[in-house]
């Protein structure tokens, strides 16, 4: 989350005397303080109003094509979530139902993602993909803490290998765990990890590798067959036996609907284990994840704390206690509600129109795209070297219209590459893509007539990056 300032100033709100229930000039006396407490109360309804109008400064959430996150689920899953919205998961011997939902749902992620033994693989919620990836990347470093004992005590330092385009939360990992980041950057058209690059970073104190299947970046897979082939090559000739973690916080709820064929999961030995996002592309409002691993093996039991809780006993690994019950109920809802062929449709939409609003944008002759939405449900493209404007004009201008298109510039060693990126979640249809498009094509002339773009005008560039 993001970190907050207090407040000295002693603004206050001020209190319509329309919003009084019976008496128009009670409300008016109101001006409760912002930054610190009130002296006393205010009626329900008041304090929902000032609430309510404030919050409608915030974006349109169908029309936010910068996130990932679900903005949009069926009247039957929220009205699930709102019973449950009392609900600890953390009280499994209160609430065993909800438990076992839980216990299902790690069930159909361990079919889905091919576990060798269903029966075997080892799961949890989470509150999103950070979390199990820092439950991940804690497996990985005690799993190479017990290998190499004697060489960590005497000073070894452990690095986990990892593109330049990895989530935030793995940098986090390394800065918490102490963890030495071992990052490839971009190189050329090449804008995320392949297997030679990643060969060439991993030593005796390699942890692990870090697959990403769908770069937030440019929606593209990392070729993880590729570099689990290139790490058992690796361990037959040096002896390096070097685990994978697949970060498939949005992929990994595309490509087994969308691309069976695709061999990324535990079907490769080496693939430890995986994480997703079920508010992603798992359909469900945020937040929850998942953390799933092959079997026993692979998640050190020195890990997984057995608490007395409620007067039940109960196995956990996790980085917090309490959390709420509702999004793994709504995730259940959704596996039972779509099945296979129903998540196969959702996504694939979300497909056809990511491929769609990109043949449209690159026929438009002002844009070069950098991917075409073939993966991942998501494209980014750049403007061509000839236009009068870059892509910070193009997502200030589509903003005027309430349209949240990232604009951001890449990472290390292609800074120089600044790209507008297009999330098509659920619930972005094709007509909306036509409105996109009909708002883009209206601005084009406008921005055709700029001298230069802004930001050469000492106008500063917008940088938004979403995960």
Same mark, same amino acid.
């Given at each position: 989350m993001a970190l907050h300032k207090g407040a000295e100033d002693d603004r206050r709100l001020t209190v319509s005397p329309f919003l009084g229930t019976?008496?128009?000039?009670?409300?008016?006396?109101l001006a409760p303080p912002v930054?610190?407490?009130?002296?006393?109360?205010?009626?329900?309804?008041?304090?929902?109003?000032?609430?309510?109008?404030?919050?409608?400064?915030?974006?349109?959430?169908?029309?936010n094509l910068a996130t990932f996150v679900t903005t949009s689920m069926e009247a039957q899953?929220?009205?699930l979530m709102t019973e449950c919205l009392d609900k600890n998961m953390i009280d499994k011997d209160e609430y065993p139902q909800t438990a076992e939902l839980e216990r299902r749902c790690v069930a159909i992620l361990a079919d889905l993602w091919h576990a060798p033994d269903p029966a075997g693989a080892v799961g949890c919620s989470t509150t999103g993909s950070s979390e199990a990836c820092m439950l991940a990347g804690l497996a990985l470093k005690r799993r190479w803490m017990r290998r190499n004992a004697d060489r960590y005590a005497a000073g070894a330092r452990p690095n986990l290998v990892m593109g330049v385009n990895v989530q935030v939360c793995w940098e986090k990992f390394c800065t918490f765990w102490e963890v030495e980041a071992r990052t490839a950057p971009m190189e050329g058209e090449t804008y995320?990890?392949?297997?030679?690059?990643?060969?060439?970073?991993?030593?005796?104190?390699?942890?692990?590798?870090?697959?990403?299947?769908?770069?937030?970046?440019?929606?593209?897979?990392?070729?993880?067959?590729?570099?689990?082939?290139?790490?058992?090559?690796?361990?037959?000739?040096?002896?390096?036996?070097i685990p994978v973690h697949v970060d498939g916080a949005s992929g990994a709820m595309v490509a087994p609907f969308l691309d069976p064929e695709l061999v990324w999961d535990f079907r490769l030995p080496r693939v430890a284990s995986i994480n997703t996002?079920?508010?992603?592309f798992g359909l469900?409002?945020?937040?929850?994840?998942?953390?799933?691993?092959?079997?026993?093996?692979?998640?050190?039991?020195?890990?997984?704390f057995r608490v007395n809780y409620l007067g039940g006993e109960m196995p956990t690994?996790?980085?917090? *206690?309490?959390?709420? @019950?509702?999004?793994?109920?709504?995730?259940?809802? +959704?596996?039972? $509600? #779509?099945?296979?062929?129903?998540?196969?449709?959702?996504?694939?939409?979300?497909?056809?129109?990511?491929?769609?609003?990109?043949?449209?944008?690159?026929?438009?002759?002002?844009?070069?795209?950098?991917?075409?939405?073939?993966?991942?449900?998501?494209?980014? *493209?750049?403007?061509? @070297?000839?236009?009068?404007?870059?892509?910070?004009? +193009?997502?200030? $201008? #589509?903003r005027e219209r309430g349209w949240q298109v990232p604009a951001y510039s890449f990472p290390e060693n292609r800074t120089d590459l600044a790209v507008l990126r297009v999330v098509c979640r659920n619930g972005f249809s094709r007509d909306l893509a036509d409105l996109l498009l009909a708002d883009l094509t209206r601005l084009l002339p406008e921005l055709k007539k700029q001298p230069v773009p802004l930001k050469e005008l000492g106008v500063p560039a917008r940088e938004a990056f979403h995960h």
């Open positions: 019976a008496d128009p000039l009670g409300p008016m006396e930054h610190r407490l009130a002296d006393g109360p205010v009626t329900a309804d008041t304090a929902y109003q000032l609430i309510h109008d404030e919050l409608m400064l915030d974006g349109n959430a169908k029309l899953a929220t009205r995320h990890l392949d297997a030679e690059r990643a060969l060439a970073l991993c030593d005796e104190d390699t942890i692990g590798v870090v697959a990403i299947l769908g770069s937030t970046f440019d929606g593209s897979y990392e070729p993880v067959a590729e570099i689990c082939a290139a790490l058992d090559d690796l361990q037959q000739r040096t002896g390096h036996d996002s079920g508010h992603k469900v409002y945020p937040g929850v994840g998942w953390a799933l691993w092959r079997d026993h093996d692979a998640l050190p039991e020195e890990l997984v690994f996790a980085l917090n *206690f309490s959390r709420p @019950g509702a999004e793994v109920i709504a995730q259940y809802y +959704v596996f039972l $509600r #779509l099945g296979r062929d129903g998540f196969r449709a959702v996504q694939q939409a979300s497909r056809d129109v990511a491929q769609y609003l990109a043949r449209e944008i690159e026929a438009l002759g002002c844009f070069r795209l950098i991917t075409r939405g073939d993966e991942l449900p998501v494209f980014a *493209f750049t403007t061509d @070297g000839d236009v009068p404007f870059d892509v910070f004009d +193009v997502s200030r $201008r #589509l």
